[in-house]
């Protein structure tokens, strides 16, 4: 065992130097030297996964027998088993916005109690992503990464008469503006290591010296372009600006980041055909991001609502969309849970690799909080009661799993999101139209 000295090191500085990765242990260096005794160690990071599943869910096969700790697994949660100890299971949440599929996932990380009445009106509220990712920004490249594996489409109808912006994404940035989902793997890749192909790090270096010497020369332009205009172009330059300091903020980390050793991985070329392959790198690129601290925050849909994919390779050749509206008609209830099912083994995949990646002294799992589910129960009713929702990892020391918790009075979804944020030090007030907060005694902190 290493000796340990009088002088504390801050753990980023400590991987910079020594080129060490956030997959090994914690050095010795790292925590105060002979700390005393119920002093506690170096917290670890605090990551964040929105883990959406669109088009309702088969209630009948979701739905747990038995409340609290004694609780039976669904046959729909049954591939989720070995993580029985780190999940929650959540019944009787209500979405807060419950307009058919654009209510569903606008309202699921937002909370949002309203939105637009035409194509054109686009309006919702910041989304729980967004604001742990303007407190994490400050300490990683990356501030949030949104990852989808259907192609955005964020301009037309497509719920009614209302915007696809409010079906294509789950993040929002403000209650105007929107993030659109990235379905290629590539652009993910680009937008964590660069353009250069790779993520050795001589590769890295050099792109990261041509992107910096490009913003200096934007910054100049614009102190020049400035002084030409009127007030109202000043604030847009200024709006634009901001936009450029973070790029030079993002590109500063990056150079002090630039000694982790990353696990060797080629850059994907565009989007596989085959629907696991797609999912794999998404899944992969995900967990490198955690792994490497490059982000946070991530929000993910396996599906978009109104998604009419097919799942033929586990026996139901119908398109997701139009069996979800199953009328109630047994057999086509069994043929959705198939896919809700198959959607809850996909997801245990990516739980068992971040429980396999160390993490200081845990693993990823331990020291990630992630939400699993949707914005509709029954989708012939487009129903927003009773939401199916899982609250999986051990969310750095702050969660108590292997629970099945019943919550009375219909408390909105709303409400848990701001119980989460307090899980992160990141209280709010609100969040959308939350009404408080979810009983500590239940969820506690």
């Known amino acids: 065992m290493a000796f340990l000295t009088s002088k504390s090191l801050p753990r980023r500085t400590v991987l910079q130097g020594l080129g060490a990765t956030m997959a090994l242990p914690l050095l010795d260096a790292m925590l105060p030297a002979f700390a005393a005794r119920g002093r506690a160690a170096a917290a670890p990071a605090h990551r964040f996964l929105a883990f959406y599943v669109p088009n309702g869910m088969a209630m009948e096969y979701w739905s747990p027998k038995g409340e609290g700790s004694a609780f039976e697994l669904s046959p729909i949660l049954e591939p989720l088993a070995p993580f029985r100890n780190q999940m929650l299971v959540l019944s009787g949440l209500k979405a807060s916005w419950n307009y058919i599929h654009a209510g569903a996932s606008s309202s699921f990380l937002t909370g949002t109690i309203r939105g637009g009445k035409t194509e054109v009106e686009v309006i919702a509220d910041v989304s729980m992503d967004q604001l742990l990712a303007r407190q994490f920004a400050r300490e990683t490249q990356v501030a949030s990464l949104e990852m989808a594996m259907d192609a955005p489409n964020n301009a037309g109808a497509c719920t009614g008469i209302l915007s696809c912006a409010y079906t294509h994404t789950i993040s929002w940035k403000s209650p105007t503006q929107p993030l659109p989902m990235e379905h290629n793997p590539r652009a993910v890749f680009e937008r964590l290591f660069g353009d250069t192909g790779t993520t050795d790090r001589r590769a890295r270096e050099?792109?990261?010296?041509?992107?910096?010497?490009?913003?200096?020369?934007?910054?100049?332009?614009?102190?020049?372009?400035?002084?030409?205009?009127?007030?109202?172009?000043?604030?847009?330059?200024?709006?634009?600006?901001?936009?450029?300091?973070?790029?030079?903020?993002?590109?500063?980390?990056?150079?002090?980041?630039?000694?982790?050793?990353?696990?060797?991985?080629?850059?994907?070329?565009?989007?596989?055909?085959?629907?696991?392959?797609?999912?794999?790198?998404?899944?992969?690129?995900?967990?490198?991001?955690?792994?490497?601290?490059?982000?946070?925050?991530?929000?993910?849909?396996?599906?978009?609502?109104?998604?009419?994919?097919?799942?033929?390779?586990?026996?139901?050749?119908?398109?997701?969309?139009?069996?979800?509206?199953?009328?109630?008609?047994?057999?086509?209830?069994?043929?959705?849970?198939?896919?809700?099912?198959?959607?809850?083994?996909?997801?245990s995949q990516q739980l068992a690799k971040l429980r396999a990646t160390p993490d200081g002294d845990g693993t990823l799992l331990d020291h990630s909080t992630i939400l699993y589910g949707g914005g509709i129960s029954n989708s012939t009713r487009h129903s927003g009661e009773n939401l199916p929702l899982l609250v999986v990892g051990g969310g750095a020391g702050r969660l108590k799993g292997g629970r099945h918790l019943t919550y009375a009075g219909k408390p909105s979804i709303a409400n848990l999101l701001a119980t989460l944020m307090d899980k992160f030090d990141v209280p709010v007030e609100h969040i959308g139209g939350s009404t408080g907060k979810l009983s500590i005694d239940t969820l506690s902190l």
Request: aromatic letters at 6%; zero cysteines.
């Open 206 to 347: 050099q792109r990261l010296h041509q992107h910096k010497s490009i913003l200096d020369s934007v910054t100049e332009k614009l102190s020049d372009l400035k002084r030409q205009l009127g007030q109202p172009d000043q604030v847009k330059v200024d709006e634009y600006a901001e936009s450029v300091r973070d790029v030079e903020r993002r590109i500063q980390k990056a150079e002090q980041q630039r000694d982790i050793e990353l696990p060797t991985l080629d850059e994907p070329q565009g989007v596989p055909p085959v629907f696991e392959d797609h999912l794999a790198l998404m899944f992969d690129l995900q967990r490198l991001a955690f792994q490497s601290d490059l982000t946070r925050v991530i929000t993910f849909m396996i599906g978009k609502e109104q998604s009419a994919r097919p799942y033929p390779q586990i026996g139901v050749p119908e398109a997701h969309h139009p069996l979800s509206h199953h009328e109630n008609r047994p057999e086509l209830i069994e043929q959705m849970s198939k896919i809700n099912r198959y959607h809850a083994q996909l997801f």
